[in-house]
Each structure stands twice: as structure tokens, then as C-alpha cells.
């Protein structure tokens, strides 16, 4: 019995079970783990941008140049109709920097256009600085203005600058072949056709452009980035048709004296004198799925609302021949005073949705509740759906009773919120900066820049403005204030909309050829009916030029048809019952270059101011 042994255990057979078990044991763990994390506050997420604090790359200070764009010859003749061009310089500089983020936009720089010529003469100069001494390359574009079509692209030149150093004797008026194989090819059709009827004609054009060193650039340590010193120019965009889709009107001044206003839409763009702070640096936010996409244009339906917001942009700064150009060569107050005539001073209680981009380029447009002009005043519209941007929010003008007294001062009184004499809307506005006070806030849900960077914008725009008392607002901490100075200048624009006569702007984006068309026809059409004080014969034209810019722009909505034969109507309704005295011309913006009101010609301030008829010379 001892040597017996005891039996041993047999181990159990593996059951179907066992897994579930496992399984249980896991997720009760699993379970357990975030019921002990049940209840805690937490943070919710935000969306990725907005502020962004890279830091500017490191790099040694660069050199300050001047580039002039002085002219260009024999270019090819885009328009058939009058055998010539509307030439204007695109032109992009490139410099051996890394910058903060790949997307970063470019440097860039625009030129008036020059009509009917195909030897312009521009003589624009552009004053860049921090170039390093690895030198740069400008590519310079020549096109075509047809602000009814797309414009054509006469060809291409590349200035390259391989150093530059101290002793560098720069680039004097040199000659540059426009390379033809970017350019269009009826351009250059039409002119070889001209080229064989006469032999004093050159196929190839040329660009003349010089390059001169200023000196090195004073930016202390850090020598990352290239930005604009000037000229300052700027730009005036109106539109009659966006005016008329979105009821925005213009005021303007008649024959009489008479109050007048025009339907224009108005997008401004002010070049500031850099550098842009560099905290100064904010991306889009992307508080939609879908949102990454329209940026980057990557998902099909992100390219399609890209391509949207591109040519939305483009048409609300579009070039033509209503466009007005001028210049400063530097921050002044009669830089400040254009920058008020652009917004019309305190007149209307408007507000303007502003950008800011890295390079200093100040876009603006009106805004408001209505559906029209809050569509088109986006921020990634006006940033032309770029990803990083300065700043942006909203802005507003106001004029003060007293100029030596700071807005917010105790006892001060200011426009539109209290009738104020001496200004508008009963007088005209008075022409000394410091009664006028800018009220800037960082209201935008695309970029929310940061409130602690208000000082920062506050002093670059001083020093842009001088003579403007500038007065910032944190649209989340200084929210009820904001809302009861915005909600004082919107009842203001309803109040002072009354009593107005309003005219329908007879202007509109046609192209050149398309003006000599228009010409043609009138001419036809003759004198007969000029003792009925030109009325039918205003009708006629009006009638014209619709079927002209019917015969260039296809796929017409029947309803837009409709709504602008109605409003054609209703113009010559209006005509034929207007107060003795006014006459059937577009009033102009007070304010503008050579008016009366507000005048800021070459004359008066030294600016180079080019309209219209400069151009034309």
C-alpha cells in the first residue's frame, strides 16, 4: 500500500469560454479605468491655427534695393480692335531664405496699368528690404488688363542677382527680352501679322528695369525675412454691379450741389510701410472638417470652394478702367487723409472687414448685416485664401468734438454716436487727422488673431497713420463695448441713408474692345434724339452695352435677365422724375482725386496719383 502512488491531476481541457472570460476581465479593466476618469472637468479641444508662434528663421542682416520697373517696348497687341494693349508689371521676388512655414505667400508687386499702349512707360519703383547677400531672382510678368475676360499674359522676364555685397554698382536701365513662350499666342499673332505689313516693327519686346543698393537694412539681430519700405501705394476698386446685387451705394456730389449716390461696391488696398511685427502671425482655423480643404485645395470639394473664393477675390479687386491708383513715398498725413477718404471718413457709420498680410498689404472692404455684404466681406476672401495672414477683424472711423483729447477721455463726444457740427453729415469733413480716431478689433472667427497682439497692431498702425488716434477692442473681452459702438454706427448708416438721390452708375467692366464696339454703335445710332435731354439716348446705350456684355458672357440666369431689364426700367422712371437740377451722370465719390472734398492730387500732397487720364498720356 505505501509504494502505491497517489494519483496526480489531470489538467482540464481548454473551453470555448476561457476566451469570453478573457475578454471580460480586459474590458471590466477597461471599464474600470474610465469610470475613474468619469467626472472630471476637462478641457474640450480646439481647432488647430490661429495664433502660430514659429520663430523667424535666423539669419544675418540683408540689403535694402530699390528695383524700377521704367518702361517696356514693342510688346504684342492683345486687343484687335484698336491694335494695342492695356500692359501692366506682375512681378514676384525670390530670395535664399527659409521661411516659417512653406506656405508662407510670396512677395509680390503690382503695377498700374498703362491703356492703349504697347510702349508703356510706368517708372514704378519698389523698395524691398533685408535682400540677403546671396542675391535674388525677380520674376517679372507682362499682361494684358480685361477686367470682362481673363487677362493675357504678353510674356515673362527673370532678373537674376547672383550676390550682392557692399561695392555692388547694381543694374542701371537695362534691357530685358520678354520671353515669348508664356505669352498669348493671338497676341503675338496679331503681332506678326503687323510685323510683315511693316518692316519698322520688332516681334520681340523688352523690358527695362533697374536694380539699385540703398545700403544695408538696420533690423538689429535677426535678418529672416524680406518685407516692403514703400512706395505706399494704393488702390480703389469699385464694381456697379456687385453694388447693385448688394444695394451698396457710394455718396457722391452733383452738377447742383445736390447729394447723389451711385451703386459701387468699394475694395480698397493700402500697402503699409513694413516690417509687420513678427508676432504678428496667425493661420487659418479649422473649426470645419471640410475647411483644411478649401486652403489647401487638396479634397474635390475643398478645390471647388478654392477656386470659388480665388475668383470671388479677384472680381471684388478687380482691375479696370475705374480703378484709381496713387502713392506716397512714405507714412505722412496726407497718407492719413487718403486712408479717411478711402472709408469716407465718419460719413454713413460704415464698417470695414479688414486683412492684414505679412508683407503689410491692408485690404478692406464695407461690411454689414446684409446678406450681400457680409458674403463678400469674408476674410478669406480679402486674404485671397491665403493660409497665414498678419491680422484681421473689423474697423471703424469716428470724428471727435475735441482733436487734443483721447477718445475715451470723460466729457469727449464723438461721431456718429452724437451729432457733432463741423463735419459730416452736414458739412464736410475736417482735413486735420487728429480729429479722427480708428477703432480696430481682431473680430474674425477665420484667423482669431490674439488679443494680446492689439499693442502690437496699434503701433504699426500709428506709425503708418500718423495723426490718427488709434483705439483697440478685444472682441471677446471688450465684447459689450464693441457691440454698442457697432450697433450706434449701424443705426447712423440707416439714419443718414434717408433724404438721398439715388443714381444708377452707368460704368461697367467691359474690355477695351468692347468699348470700341460700344463707340461704334452710339455713333450709329446719332444725334436725333438729343432735345429730350439725352434720355432716350442714355437708354440706348444702357441697351448696348447689355448686348454686348450678353454676346461675351454666355449661360445668363432668365431670372437675371428679368431683374435687370426690370432695374433699367425703374432707372429711367427715376430719371424722367428727378428734382430740376440734377442731371442723368454718375455722381462721383467726394473725396476722390481731384474733387473738391478731401482733394489729395499730386499737387497738393506729392503723391503720384495715376487715374484714368494719366494713364492714358
Given amino acids: 500500500m505505501e509504494n502505491e502512488k497517489e494519483p496526480q491531476?489531470?489538467?482540464r481541457k481548454d473551453h470555448r469560454t476561457d476566451a469570453f472570460a478573457t475578454k471580460l476581465v480586459d474590458k471590466t479593466a477597461s471599464w474600470q479605468h474610465k469610470a475613474g476618469k468619469h467626472g472630471a472637468k476637462q478641457e474640450k479641444p480646439q481647432p488647430a491655427g490661429g495664433?502660430?508662434?514659429t520663430p523667424i528663421p535666423d539669419a544675418p542682416p540683408g540689403y535694402t534695393v530699390k528695383i524700377t520697373f521704367h518702361r517696356a517696348e514693342s510688346l504684342p497687341m492683345a486687343d484687335i480692335n484698336s491694335f494695342s494693349s492695356d500692359p501692366y508689371v506682375l512681378a514676384q521676388l525670390n530670395v535664399d531664405l527659409p521661411s516659417r512655414h512653406k506656405q508662407d505667400p510670396y512677395m509680390r508687386f503690382r503695377t498700374p496699368t498703362i491703356r492703349r499702349s504697347t510702349d508703356p512707360v510706368w517708372n514704378c519703383e519698389w523698395i524691398v528690404a533685408n535682400v540677403p547677400s546671396t542675391g535674388f531672382k525677380l520674376k517679372a510678368r507682362i499682361y494684358d488688363e480685361d477686367p470682362a475676360d481673363?487677362?493675357?499674359r504678353l510674356g515673362n522676364v527673370h532678373v537674376h542677382v547672383d550676390s550682392l555685397h557692399d561695392g555692388w554698382t547694381g543694374i542701371n536701365e537695362q534691357y530685358y527680352k520678354i520671353k515669348k513662350r508664356m505669352g498669348s499666342k493671338r497676341a503675338y499673332f496679331i503681332r506678326g501679322c503687323a510685323a510683315m505689313l511693316s518692316h519698322g516693327l520688332e516681334m520681340s519686346g523688352k523690358l527695362i528695369v533697374s536694380v539699385e543698393l540703398l545700403g544695408k537694412t538696420e533690423v538689429g539681430s535677426n535678418g529672416g525675412r524680406v518685407w516692403t519700405v514703400g512706395p505706399c501705394t494704393w488702390s480703389r476698386h469699385l464694381s456697379p454691379m456687385i453694388g447693385r446685387l448688394t444695394g451698396t451705394k457710394e455718396p457722391g456730389q452733383g452738377k447742383n450741389g445736390a447729394k447723389t449716390e451711385q451703386y459701387n461696391f468699394q475694395a480698397n488696398q493700402f500697402q503699409l510701410s513694413g516690417p509687420v511685427p513678427s508676432p504678428l502671425y496667425h493661420r487659418y482655423v479649422e473649426f470645419k472638417p471640410f475647411i483644411a480643404g478649401m486652403f489647401t485645395g487638396k479634397s474635390l470639394r475643398g478645390w471647388i470652394l478654392n477656386r470659388a473664393l480665388h475668383h470671388q477675390h479677384s472680381r471684388v479687386y478687380n482691375y479696370d478702367r475705374t480703378t484709381v491708383y496713387g502713392s506716397f513715398p512714405f507714412p505722412s498725413k496726407d497718407m492719413t487723409l487718403q486712408f479717411l477718404d478711402l472709408v469716407h471718413y465718419d460719413r454713413g457709420g460704415r464698417i470695414f472687414t479688414y486683412v492684414l498680410t505679412l508683407d503689410g498689404l491692408f485690404r478692406f472692404t464695407e461690411t454689414g448685416k446684409e446678406f450681400g455684404i457680409d458674403m463678400l466681406s469674408k476674410h478669406t476672401m480679402h486674404s485671397d485664401v491665403n493660409i497665414y495672414v498678419a491680422f484681421s477683424g473689423e474697423f471703424f472711423i469716428r470724428r471727435l468734438k475735441t482733436p487734443h483729447r483721447e477718445p475715451f477721455d470723460s466729457g469727449q463726444e464723438t461721431h456718429p454716436?452724437?451729432?457733432?457740427?463741423?463735419?459730416?453729415p452736414s458739412s464736410d469733413p475736417p482735413s486735420d487727422p487728429a480729429y479722427y480716431a480708428l477703432y480696430i478689433d481682431?473680430?474674425?472667427?477665420?484667423?482669431?488673431p490674439s488679443a494680446k497682439l492689439l499693442p502690437?497692431?496699434?503701433?504699426?498702425?500709428q506709425k503708418n497713420f500718423p495723426g490718427l488716434k488709434i483705439v483697440t477692442l478685444d472682441c471677446q473681452a471688450d465684447?459689450?463695448?464693441m457691440g454698442k459702438l457697432k450697433k450706434e454706427q449701424r443705426e447712423r448708416k440707416k439714419a443718414e441713408g434717408h433724404g438721398m438721390v439715388y443714381m444708377q452708375d452707368e460704368g461697367s467692366s467691359l474690355s477695351s474692345s468692347d468699348e470700341e464696339e460700344l463707340e461704334e454703335r452710339m455713333r450709329e445710332y446719332g444725334e436725333e434724339d438729343a432735345d429730350d435731354g439725352g434720355r432716350k439716348k442714355e437708354k440706348m446705350k444702357m441697351k448696348i452695352k447689355r448686348e454686348i456684355k450678353e454676346s461675351k458672357v454666355g449661360g445668363w440666369v432668365h431670372g437675371d435677365r428679368e431683374r435687370e431689364d426690370k432695374e433699367t426700367r425703374e432707372d429711367m422712371q427715376e430719371e424722367d422724375g428727378r428734382p430740376e437740377g440734377i442731371d442723368g451722370e454718375v455722381g462721383h465719390s467726394s473725396g476722390g482725386l481731384g474733387q473738391k472734398d478731401g482733394v489729395l492730387g499730386a499737387k497738393e500732397n506729392g503723391a503720384i496719383a495715376q487715374n484714368e487720364k494719366v494713364e492714358g498720356r
Fill in 9 to 11: 491531476p489531470h489538467p
Fill in 51 to 53: 495664433f502660430d508662434d
Fill in 150 to 152: 481673363h487677362d493675357d
Fill in 417 to 424: 454716436a452724437v451729432e457733432i457740427e463741423g463735419g459730416p
Fill in 442 to 448: 481682431n473680430d474674425s472667427g477665420t484667423y482669431r
Fill in 456 to 461: 502690437l497692431l496699434k503701433e504699426f498702425f
Fill in 479 to 481: 465684447e459689450e463695448k
